[in-house]
């Protein structure tokens, strides 16, 4: 059967390729992906897959199997783009690239759908299959996002987030995506790694004018971020090595003119963490060090906190499915383990409730969101990485969902 995937995939590469190079030359911002969700419609067509739209505004879902099945697996593709003015594939009016590799997801989904399909397992699947386009990863233009969540187009300001929010995934049991490793031009693959939690808050110090030479008269603002920036800094020796706490802080708004005391500062700030537990203590700390430095001036400031991501957590039986299949493509030296991520992504929420994973492959070049970010092997990109997820389902769902099914009962849910 695996043979079948691989050779239904492989009769089918140039479709698949065009899915990817089509979604880079047209990227599109997050809940705003409308040719996105058009293409991933009309390649479900062709394989006559029942879908959903406009799910979290542009969310696309398409199932196959048993409808009344009490096992589904879901494959995900993110569909937005970055902001990259600069990047070669850029929009002229957006500045929207593909700088993060998301295009190539959605073609590996795409093309597990081609080798799933065509390939007749189908016809022993005791299960449901979920095709899931997801808007809206990347957590940028959060203005736009207000707008969205204020005139109650979304609740939450991502799109697997929002996707939670509607239950989407109540009904989906283990979930997995891949994601592009930056610097990585030669065909290589990463298993287990982690990515930090975050929130974000914007603080508000509200004092009072007076003139430059009469400070006395006024209540600082900007002294007040001040004080608060001084304060987190002071915090950060309480912080585990081992949590990978990260606070960057910028004074967004300090004043407007030299001579006049600024009555309003504003302090815009992601905080990060490994785990639940460590976000939740740094980001008390950071409350409090805002409050202190509000008091200490006699300033008053508001805290308005949005709320970011949760930690991933890469379910390590779900892993190793995967990974087997990918040795049918990799040598075992071209597989690392636990390189873990930096950044942050909102795959981080899905696997905190359903075993899900999100390896990491190489084919890419150049820095993640930068100019230089490349597909450089696209046979490995976008064919063999959706022929690696294709058997990965395939090994979850045989034997009446077997495998998937353990995965399932050895899960624990995090939050």
Known sequence: M?????????????????????????????????????YVKQEFKKLSISYKENLAVTGVMGVVGKPDADV????????????????????????????????AQIAQMIGAAYGIVKSGILN?????????????????????????????????????????????????????????HALTPQPRLYMLGSSLGFEARQITFLGKSAHGSEPWNGINALDAAVMTINAINANRSTFKD??????????????????????????????????????????????N???????????????????????????????????DNALMFLNSGDIGHHQDMT?????????????????????FDGALHSKEFSIVDKEFVYVTASKIL???????IKDNAAKAREIKQNFKKCI
């Open 289 to 323: 060090a805002s409050k202190a430095g509000a008091i200490a001036l006699g300033a008053n400031c508001s805290i308005e906190n949005i709320k970011g991501y949760a930690p991933l957590i890469q379910d390590e039986n779900l892993s190793k499915v995967f990974e």
């Open 124 to 180: 022993e699947c005791n299960c449901k299959i979920t095709f899931l386009a997801v808007p809206a990863e990347e957590f940028v233009e959060l203005d736009f996002r207000k707008r969205l969540v204020d005139d109650g187009a979304i609740t939450y300001m991502s799109g697997k987030q929002e996707l939670i929010h509607l239950g989407v995934f109540d009904d989906i049991d283990v979930a997995m995506m891949i994601h592009a």
């Open 343 to 363: 950044g942050s992504t909102d795959m981080g929420d899905v696997s905190n409730i359903i075993p899900a994973i999100q390896p990491t492959i190489g084919g």
């Open 72 to 103: 589904n697996i879901c494959v995900i593709g993110e569909m937005d783009a970055v902001k990259c003015y600069e990047h070669p594939y850029a929009d002229s009016v957006t500045g929207a690239a593909h700088a993060c590799g998301h295009n």
């Open 242 to 287: 081992s949590d990978r706490v990260r606070i960057h802080p910028i004074i967004s708004n300090g004043g407007d003119l030299v001579n006049v005391i600024p009555d309003k500062a504003i302090i815009e700030t992601y905080i990060r963490a490994g785990n639940i537990s460590a976000l939740t203590d740094a980001c008390s700390k950071v409350d």
């Open 390 to 396: 294709a058997c990965t389902v395939y090994d979850l």
């Open 2 to 38: 695996k043979k079948q995937i691989i050779d239904v995939i492989e009769a089918n590469k140039d479709a698949i390729i065009a899915c990817g190079e089509y979604i880079l030359n047209n990227p599109e911002l997050g809940f705003k992906e409308y040719k996105t969700s058009e």
